[in-house]
Nanobody, 122 residues
Framework: QLQLVESGGGLVQPGGSLRLSCAASGFTLDYYAIGWFRQAPGKEREGVSC????????NYADSVKGRFTISRDNAKNTVYLQMNSLKPEDTAVYYCAAGYSDYVCPLEYDYWGQGTQVTVSS
C-alpha cells in the first residue's frame, strides 16, 4: 500500500518546539518533492514549506520563515518539519504530500498523508 504517514504532532506551549515526520511506505521518496501543508478550523489549507527531491532547495511561507526548517533523509524515506518558536496561530492539522516533480513546490501532489494535529496553547 502506497502511503504517507505523519507523526510528531501534539500539544505544546507557545514558544515551544515540535518535529513532525512524514514517512513513506510502499514507495521511495527519492524522486518526489515534499510539501507540508496545514489547515486550521474554518480556514483554507495553506502551504507551509516544501523541499526538492534532492533536498537541495527549500521554500517557506512567510509566516514560518526563520522558525520552521524542512529537511529530508532519503535513506530513511522520511521528511521532517522542525517547528520552533511556535505560536498559537500555528495551531492546525499538518499534512505532508509527495509530488513526482523536479520543482521544489510542485503544482500537484500524488500522495497525501492523513494529517497530524498541532495545538499551541498555554
Amino acid at each position: 500500500q502506497l502511503q504517507l504517514v505523519e507523526s510528531g504532532g501534539g500539544l505544546v506551549q507557545p514558544g515551544g518546539s515540535l518535529r513532525l515526520s512524514c514517512a513513506a511506505s510502499g514507495f521511495t521518496l527519492d524522486y518526489y518533492a515534499i510539501g507540508w501543508f496545514r489547515q486550521a478550523p474554518g480556514k483554507e489549507r495553506e502551504g507551509v514549506s516544501c523541499i526538492s527531491s534532492s533536498g537541495g532547495f527549500t521554500n517557506y511561507a512567510d509566516s514560518v520563515k526563520g522558525r520552521f526548517t524542512i529537511s529530508r533523509d532519503n535513506a530513511k524515506n522520511t521528511v521532517y518539519l522542525q517547528m520552533n518558536s511556535l505560536k498559537p496561530e500555528d495551531t492546525a492539522v499538518y499534512y505532508c504530500a509527495a509530488g513526482y516533480s523536479d520543482y521544489v513546490c510542485p503544482l500537484e501532489y500524488d500522495y497525501w498523508g492523513q494529517g497530524t494535529q498541532v495545538t499551541v496553547s498555554s
